[in-house]
C-alpha cells in the first residue's frame, strides 16, 4: 500500500510527503484547476498522469495554442507534444517531480482506457482519479441547440463515467486479487449542479448527473476499498474570468482538499460533497426529506394541493438559483 501520512500528521520530512508512493491521475489537467491540482498532488510526492485534450472554452479548436492556428486540429487525437498537458508535465518536471502526459479525450472509452492504461504502463499502479475536465456552452434554454446539450453532458457526465469506470474495472481486479485498495476519486461538480444555473441548463444537469454518479460509485466501490467524493470548486479560470469578474479566488486555493481527498489520510471519507472557494471549505448537505403528510389513501388533485401548500408553509425554503436577481 502507499505510503501516506495519516490524518493530523503534519511532519513534512523529505521522502514523507502526503502522497508518497501514489499514482494520480487528473483530466483536464492543462490548465485551471486540473492544472493546479497536478502541481499540489506532484508536490506531495504522487507520480501524475497529466490529461488535456487542449480544446477551446466550448470545447472547440484552442487557438490560444501556436499549434493550432490555421491547421484545424484533429480535436480527437491527442493534445500534442506542445500542448498544455506536455507543459504542465514540464513544469512538475522542473520541479523535480514525476509526471507522464496523455492527450486523449475522456469522453471517449479508447481515452479513457488508454489514460488508465498510462498509469499502469508508467508506474505500475493506480491509486487516485480526479475527474476535472469540462467546458461550457452557455445559453438560455429557449436558445439552447440539442449540439450544446450533448457537447456538455458528454463531456463532463461521459467524461466522469468513462475513466471512473475503467479505474473502478482496475481496482476491483486488484481487491479480489487479494492486493490491498486505498483508491480514491474526486469528482468535480458544480454550484451549477447544486442550485442551478441561469443560462447553464445543460451545465447544471450534467453537475447534478455528477453527483448522482459519485453517489452510486461511492456505494458500489467502499467493498473494493475505493472511496469516491466529489468537490464543487469556485475559482478564477479562464473559464469564469469572463462570466465571474469579481471571482478572485485561485485554483490553488481548491487544490489542497482535492489533494488530502486523493489520499490515504482521507480514510473513511466517501459519497460527500464539498464547495471549496479561496480559504473556505463547506461540506454541502444533501437533499433529505422535509415536512410530510400520509392520508393513508389518495388524495384528490384539490386535497394534493391543499396539503402541499401546507407542508411548504412548514419547509426551509430554496436557495436561490445562481443568477436569478
Ligand atoms: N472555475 C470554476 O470556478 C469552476 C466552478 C465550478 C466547476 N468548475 C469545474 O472545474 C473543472 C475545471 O474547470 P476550469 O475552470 O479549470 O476550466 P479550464 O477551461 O481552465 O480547464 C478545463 C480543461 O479541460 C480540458 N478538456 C476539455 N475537454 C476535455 C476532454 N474531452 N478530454 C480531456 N481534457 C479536456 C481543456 O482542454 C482544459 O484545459 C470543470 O469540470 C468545471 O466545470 C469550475
Known sequence: MADCAVPGDDSRTPGRNMCEGRVVIVTGAG?????????????????????????????????????????????????????????????IRAAGGEAVAHGGDIATTDGAASLVAAALETYGRLDTLVNNAGFLRDRMLVNLDEDDWDAVMRVHV???????????????????????????????????????????????????GIIGLTLVASAEMGRYGVQVNAIAPAARTRMTEATFAGLAALPEDVSPLVVWLGSAGSAGVTGRVFEAEGGRITVMEGWRPGPTADRGTRWTPAEAGVAALKLLAEAEPPLPVYGVR
Open 31 to 91: 490548465r485551471g484547476l486540473g492544472r493546479a491540482h497536478a502541481l499540489a498532488f506532484a508536490a506531495e510526492g504522487a507520480k501524475v498522469v497529466v490529461n488535456d485534450l487542449g480544446v477551446g472554452l466550448d470545447g472547440g479548436l484552442d487557438r490560444s495554442l501556436d499549434g493550432n492556428r490555421g491547421r484545424g486540429r484533429d480535436l480527437n487525437g491527442p493534445g500534442g507534444p506542445s500542448g498544455p498537458a506536455q507543459l504542465v508535465v514540464d513544469e
Open 158 to 208: 461521459k467524461g466522469h463515467f468513462l475513466p471512473l469506470r475503467h479505474a473502478a474495472a482496475h481496482w476491483r481486479a486488484e481487491a479480489k486479487a487479494g492486493r490491498p485498495v486505498a483508491a480514491r476519486v474526486v469528482n468535480t461538480t458544480s454550484g451549477a449542479g447544486l442550485l442551478g444555473s441561469v443560462g447553464q441548463g445543460n451545465y447544471a444537469a450534467a453537475k447534478a
